[in-house]
């Protein structure tokens, strides 16, 4: 009963602290930049991305992933294959302090792979769609400039963990 007690007053505490020293606010538009690693495709990745808070706590998010994929050689053929994803979420902000914020983040994913054939001229291309399941991190380096790292696991045909890193910068202030 001790240890219950003491983590309600904990958990407690953290919600109203969050609430005192919240840094991301109604109307904060963000947009930023960063690399990453798909870990089913195991290949690095570069990517943009923005975010909207909607409510105190609450942010819609997008972004853009392009990967950067060798071209596989077979004798005189080459195959170059180009892959990227869109994602549309909703993230949550559980712990929002003065200096960092840590968020869970659901919502949709949207892949495309394309492969083309240097001799035979032949192409391929498949899109497919999923449920993004995450967390991220940010750090606030100053007013304007946040260090983020975001992983998440997408479900669905084209499953895979991603995990992504980098800046976002405060236009709206």
């Known amino acids: 009963m001790k240890k219950i007690t003491l983590l309600s007053f ?4 953290i919600s109203g602290l969050s609430g005192v020293y919240s840094q991301s606010t109604q109307g904060d538009f963000n947009i930023g930049a960063g690399f990453g690693y798909g870990f089913d495709i195991e290949e690095p990745s570069l990517g943009l991305n923005t975010n909207y808070a909607v409510a105190d706590n ?3 998010a997008g972004d853009f992933i392009y990967y950067f994929i060798s071209d596989f050689r077979f004798n005189e053929d080459v195959i170059e294959t180009n892959a990227f994803e869109l994602n549309f979420n909703l993230q949550y ?3 929002n302090m003065e200096n960092f914020n ?3 983040l659901t919502g949709l994913n949207y892949v495309r792979i394309s492969m083309s054939s240097s001799i035979s001229q032949n192409s391929f291309s498949a ?3 999923g449920i993004n399941l995450g967390s991220g991190l940010e750090l ?3 007013p304007t400039i946040k260090l983020f790292s975001e992983g998440k696991y997408a479900f669905g045909d084209a499953s895979q963990f991603v995990l992504n890193g980098g800046l976002r910068f405060r236009i709206n202030r």
């Open 127 to 129: 899109t497919e769609a």
């Open 58 to 60: 609450f942010r819609v």
């Open 140 to 142: 606030n380096i100053s």
């Open 93 to 95: 902000s559980f712990l």
């Open 102 to 104: 840590i968020y869970a």
């Open 10 to 13: 904990f958990l407690l505490l």
